[in-house]
């Protein structure tokens, strides 16, 4: 089982970027996929998720900027950033939830980078 993350970057404040989580081998061994981030001195924190059923909830702080959505056909978990913050700085983790053991599983990090 692996989650593979992709799509960091540096972008202006009031920017967009589009992080991708690519699942393997499949999507649908997970009943929750989600991504989370960690700025400098500070806790891992739940930014986004969404189950295998399509519901998803949102961290306060990124309600009506961020989208997370499932692209069953790539397998993939996406990340839409919009109106990024100097605050959405961190590193971000894909994290996928097993259907039937219940083990966790977290990709490699991304670092996002907002500069203001």
């Known amino acids: 089982v692996q989650l593979q993350a992709s799509g960091g970057g540096l972008v202006q404040a009031g920017g967009s970027l589009r992080l991708s989580c690519a699942a393997s081998p499949s999507i649908f061994i997970f009943r929750t996929m989600g991504w989370f981030r960690q700025a400098p001195g500070k806790q891992r924190e739940l930014v986004a998720g969404i189950t295998i059923g399509g519901s998803t909830n949102y961290a306060d702080s990124v309600k009506g900027r961020f989208t997370i959505s499932r692209d069953n056909a790539k397998n993939t978990v996406d990340l839409q950033m919009n109106s990024l913050k100097p605050e959405d700085t961190a590193v971000y983790y894909c994290?996928?939830?097993?259907?039937?053991?219940?083990?966790?599983?977290w990709g490699k990090g991304t670092q996002v980078t907002v500069s203001s």
């Open positions: 994290h996928g939830v097993e259907l039937n053991a219940g083990m966790a599983y």
